[in-house]
């Protein structure tokens, strides 16, 4: 009986398993077949969704924020001892950066800048704007120059970018327009930002061109290998529309000008040989045709008494007053096409020192660079050889002494002498940088940034940089007051401190220090980058900037 019992028992466990697992498996069935709805309509949902992220990215352009305000210190002592200066010079400076995607393989990107003085430029005494003619709005220095209130195109371009090169493990990237050419590889350091193209040790401007990136790493198996090849306008010689400058008789809207300065053109190549993300080696090389420079082009009627500054711009008067009524360009100092440049540097650049000795050095950054300069001046004109009025003086003076009391009366007599035209002056074909020679120049450029020790986030930078007689850099744009600190024929030093105040402020304090060797640093390629002591400058009765500093404190908003 017992026996009985338990068969039935376990016959009846069988059954009542058997019914629950049949009605496990319909529940599942069921649900099963909800899921897959489920799918479906999420499929659904997500290509409505795409759809309309598809309609938003090609109505609106991603926007960022790089706005600065900034106050500078800048102070200058000129050969001479004279010194001049800036107690408070306030500026506001908007980048807003724009970024709009229609695909994954093309980009457009740009740049409006705003960078102002605060406040109004009144007329100066003589009726004319304090910054009114200048080169503060020379297009290679837009948005890096404080010259208006007027909001301008820093960047425009369009980048096209792809994994494959024809096939092979090579990728690539080809871009058009105005490209990036600021606050490039090591300059970006003290701002705080992200590296732009190219190398800021010899090339930090303004420009409009084209590049082509190739990614060499996959082939090579050399990790970070690049090279890329740069092509860029600086000045297109075109007639402007409606111009009268042949009377009636037009010359055509925008055809090339014969009288003008020709069209300056720069092709170059940045060459990335090693860049395992710690450790980097960078280089870059270029040339430009075509470039210009101001020359002393005729010394009859430099010392007239109708003109009462015979600088680069002049005032006449017809009553021979000292307040003129017109204003132009001094007919003894002329603009023109001189010759080329040519230049290279090669970066290396450590970001963290050593592996793991400690925090503070696997957090500190080093780079040194070597940069040089070469120009080919095309000796097409004449100027005026201001070796020749040396010796001249010197033998009339009988002394080579520049700060005698009869050297300098010698010179005297001698510029009188050329500008009544009683003696003629000693020309010499125009030459680049003074000289008729192809010269070369160069310039070696360090620094470190490290963590501030008495602050949590907060970091520390040095950088030094030394430039020879004729080094000559495309720096012109460099951000600082002062002038371009890499352009320096002589020695400069630079501390800052970068401390970030929340998620989007950051506080900055810079203090740059120049000392020039030579004349000429700041200049274009012509007479007015010739180099000379400043002793030598002082016997030609100038009296240029010798030590210039510009000690600023900023606050940046950016997102």
Known sequence: MRKKIIVLSA??????????????????????????????????????????????????IKWGVDFRTAVDKIDYETAEGKEYGNDALLTNRLLLNMGYATSENTIFKGALSYHKVFG????????????????????????????????????????????????????????????????GLLVNMRNDTKAQSPLGHIIDVEFDGASFKFGLDKVTGIDGMSWKLCLGRGLSNATPRFDMSGGLDSKGDYSEDDAALDTIDLAGFIFVPYDDGQYSVST????????????????????????????????????????????????????????DLSGAAISFKADGIGDGINDFLDDTTFFA?????????????????????????AQSAQTSDIESTEFKTAFENAMSAMASGDMDAPMKESGMLGSTKSETGTSIYMGVQMPCLLTEDGRIGVEYNKGSKYWRSFTYAEDTMAGSKLATRGSAWEVYYIKPLNEALRFEVRYTSISYDYTGSQAFFGDDGTPMTMAEAKSFGMDPIEKATDLRASITYRF
């Open 11 to 60: 016959i009846a466990a069988l059954t009542t398993a058997s019914f629950a697992s049949t009605e496990v498996e319909d529940r599942l069935s069921e649900m099963e077949a909800k899921i897959k709805k489920l799918e479906k309509k999420l499929k659904k949902s997500n290509k409505k969704l795409n759809k309309v992220k598809a309609h938003d990215a090609g109505d609106n």
């Open 120 to 183: 109004a430029a009144p007329a100066a005494e003589n009726g004319y704007p304090q910054r009114g003619y200048g080169y503060d709005s020379f297009d290679w220095v837009n948005a890096q120059s404080a010259n208006s209130d007027k909001m301008t195109v820093k960047e425009a371009y369009w980048l096209y970018m792809n994994d494959t090169f024809m096939g092979t493990d090579v990728s690539w990237t080809a871009s058009v327009g105005r490209r990036p050419s600021t606050n």
């Open 284 to 339: 870059n090389m270029f040339k430009a045709n075509n470039l210009p420079g101001f020359e002393m082009v005729d010394m009859t009627g430099a010392m007239s008494s109708t003109v009462t500054n015979t600088g680069m711009m002049k005032f006449i008067d017809s009553d021979e007053n000292n307040i003129s009524d017109s204003w132009a360009f001094n007919e003894n100092v002329g603009m023109k096409t001189i010759g």
């Open 369 to 393: 660079s070597w940069a040089q300069s070469k120009t080919n001046p095309d000796n097409n004109s004449m100027t005026m050889d201001m070796n020749a009025v040396y010796t001249m003086v």
